[in-house]
């Protein structure tokens, strides 16, 4: 759901570069230019073949002018940001009727689509408290926060003290019955604040809802949250490492909500396996290392390997060391000689403690998820934790286990979780390099920072293969596997995912043993140096692709028809409408009966050949000779058709789609 602290899978503990910003923050290629112009109604491309070239490589960089690339989509809108996020970090979405409620590190943004050709602002609501991940439930709104200077007023001014009555780390609970006037209804601190939080809804619960706490940041004074320990399970068995927590929301009271559970659902996972960075990776790090000392940049050591302090973050030291000493201005040489005499002891706080220049310490399992995937439908969870992959049971929201645990040297950082419709499958996002490092060069391993895809039966996960965004980045483009969605395809698991600056792609993954890309959307870097930017996520809502651009805004996209989707089963996608949407609360997908519906299973006969092409034709003829037939006609023509079907199954290479059709033309008869 969210940006993470990555690790270096080497060592499993912080780059500089990435920890040090997340404290700071706490198909022919065309030209960008945000629009609201009609979009295109040309078709996607009908060959089955990726173009080639690949448009994406090469592509002009630039923040508001570089260049696109795009293949089977429609562009229809590219919003910047409102005035006071412009120079903010967008993150994560939800939906709410025609809203779409977009998290950034600066608060909150609404946004009216009603038309999505024009998106208008509704809401910006300025709240810092790192990346304010977003859910929303009728008439509340869920927000996180977990930064050390997120205050409980949402003032600017953040928290100095190290302990402090004023310090948000949680959730937000917001009443947003007047959305353009969200009212603060209540919080729920945690000992690890929020990073990343799910809503579940529960049907057997209607009086409640459960949200599920993924905090990664240190465990705050129990000076200021009653009960915070920061020992070990073993040494303290109140420990606030190791566990999620589970909090109970009453819809009616939601003042009221509070924590009811703190699972620990990690009990007895041992440290999973790890691979090295690549030799390539090492020879261009020492490259960058060396430039960076050359200008005069901030280095330091971690665990025995120098890392590279960003210019922002050394910028805001510096400025804070000018204040401290009661200076104005630029800083001078002797504050610069400061800062590096106090880089050792940051680092040493920043690693728990530990000698940054002795060796790492013992490598444990993972003590909290990233991400927290809740499938209420199927009763199960999956948990993208650290190290694991985990599969839960949720049939008691208040209290969730974990059914299995999957690891893979390949992985770096399990970051978010998808399951197909059916739950027979699920799907595990690697953010290797914490999304802020370029990982999608030709450099890198496919297996590293993509997509793993498991077949789920039972308490089962059995691995079938990977999935990593097929056109290889620069080196100045954050790329890697990160947030996407389900598309209600019907008959078929295609999934959209943002992949930072790597754009979004659409790929199928029906086949769990050989996914494959069929769109994609793309721009050129966005600045000439390695900048964060790009889809933090892209989900399918009602009937559109929206995606979150870390610094350029809300992009909205429509699949168009290719050899891949056919316009029936786009028609039969956008039957399918939800009042609200969180993507880490899934919600299972229904196809109302629909001409659309019906011949999008005869679409997808055609393609894989399960009835022959005189039967095809026969079908469509027969689909649309009833579509304009008399109530009782049409009925009655109907189920013939279905009958006959039942027939056909019995000698197709399809049986079980062509059994689905038949249903499908029986509902249309009801």
């Known amino acids: 759901m969210s940006f993470s602290l990555p690790t270096r899978q080497s060592l499993q503990v912080p780059t500089l570069t990435a920890a040090l910003a997340i ?71 939800a939906f709410l009727g025609n809203y779409v409620l977009q998290g950034s590190f600066s608060g909150y943004q609404v946004w009216d689509i009603s038309n999505p050709r024009q998106p208008v602002i509704k809401t910006a609501y300025f709240c810092p408290g790192s990346q304010s991940d977003v859910s929303v439930y009728r008439n509340l709104l869920f927000v996180s926060g977990e930064d050390l200077g997120a205050r409980i007023d949402c003032g600017a001014e953040g928290v100095k003290d190290t302990v402090s009555k004023d310090r948000l780390r949680g959730i937000r609970i917001f009443d947003i019955s007047d959305i353009s006037k969200p ?21 057997k619960d209607p009086e409640n809802v459960y949200v599920y706490i993924s905090g990664s940041a240190p465990v705050r004074s129990p000076n200021e949250l009653a009960g915070c320990v920061d020992l ?16 109970k929301v009453p819809l009616a009271h939601p003042e009221q909500a509070a924590i009811v559970s703190s699972p620990r659902i990690f009990t007895g996972l041992e440290a999973p396996p790890v691979h090295g960075e690549t030799s390539a990776e090492k020879a261009e790090k020492a490259k960058d290392v060396a430039a960076a000392k050359a200008r005069g940049a901030y280095t330091a050591v971690i665990f025995g390997e120098e890392e590279i302090a960003p210019d922002s973050w050394a910028n805001g030291q510096l400025a804070a060391i000018v204040k401290e000493r009661g200076g104005t201005g630029a800083p001078t040489a002797a504050d610069s000689a400061e800062l590096r005499k106090r880089l050792p002891e940051i680092i040493r706080k920043m690693v728990g403690g530990a000698d940054p220049n002795g060796p790492p ?21 999956g948990g993208a934790c650290g190290g694991y992959g985990l599969l839960l049971d949720i049939s008691d929201p208040a209290h969730p286990t974990r059914l299995n645990a999957a690891a893979d040297s390949n992985f770096s950082y399990w970051h978010s979780a998808t399951f197909n419709n059916d739950g027979s499958k699920v799907l595990f996002s690697d953010e290797w390099g914490g999304g802020m490092q370029p990982k999608c060069r030709s450099t890198d391993p496919r297996e590293w920072g993509a997509d793993a895809i498991f077949t789920v039966a039972g308490s089962a996960m059995n691995f079938q293969s990977y999935y990593k965004l097929p056109a290889p980045q620069t080196k100045n483009e954050n790329c890697v596997a990160h947030n996407g969605s389900l598309i209600p395809i019907p008959g078929r698991d295609i999934m959209v995912q943002g992949w930072y600056q790597g754009g979004i792609s659409v790929f199928d993954w029906t086949d769990a043993a050989h996914p494959r890309e069929i769109a994609f959307f793309d721009r050129g870097p966005a600045d000439t140096t390695l900048k964060l930017s790009g889809s933090w996520s892209a989900y399918w809502y009602n009937g559109v692709i929206v995606s979150s651009e870390i610094t350029r805004g809300l992009d909205i996209f429509e699949l168009a028809p290719s050899a891949f989707i056919s316009q029936n089963e786009i028609d039969a996608a956008k039957t399918v409408h939800f009042d609200y949407y969180n993507t880490q609360g899934q919600q299972k997908f229904t196809w109302p009966a629909s001409f659309a519906l019906a011949r999008a299973y005869v679409d997808q006969l055609e393609r894989s050949g399960g009835l022959v092409s005189g039967r095809i034709s026969s079908l469509r003829s027969q689909l649309s000779a009833a579509e304009t037939a008399s109530a009782g006609n049409r009925a009655s023509s109907l189920n013939s058709l279905a009958t006959q079907l039942d027939n056909d199954a019995g000698g197709s290479r399809d049986a079980a789609k062509v059994r689905v059709l038949a249903s499908a033309v029986r509902d249309l008869a009801r």
């Open 23 to 93: 404290t700071a923050f706490a198909c022919a290629p065309t030209s960008y230019s945000p629009s609201t112009s009609v979009p295109s109604t040309v078709t996607g491309n009908m060959s089955t073949a990726a173009p080639t070239p690949d448009p994406r490589i090469g592509l002009r960089g630039g923040e508001y002018n570089a260049a696109e690339a795009i293949w089977n989509l429609r562009v229809v809108s590219e919003t910047k940001p409102s005035e006071k996020f412009v120079t903010g970090i967008n993150s994560d979405l």
């Open 183 to 203: 009212k603060p209804v209540g919080n729920v601190q945690t000992c690890r604040g929020s990073h990343t939080h799910s809503l579940l809804v529960d049907p």
């Open 232 to 247: 070990a399970p073993d040494k303290d068995p109140n420990s606030a490492l190791f566990r999620i927590e589970v909090i």
């Open 361 to 381: 310490p013992p490598r444990k399992g993972p003590s909290q998820c990233h991400d927290i995937t809740l499938y209420p439908a199927i009763g199960r969870g």
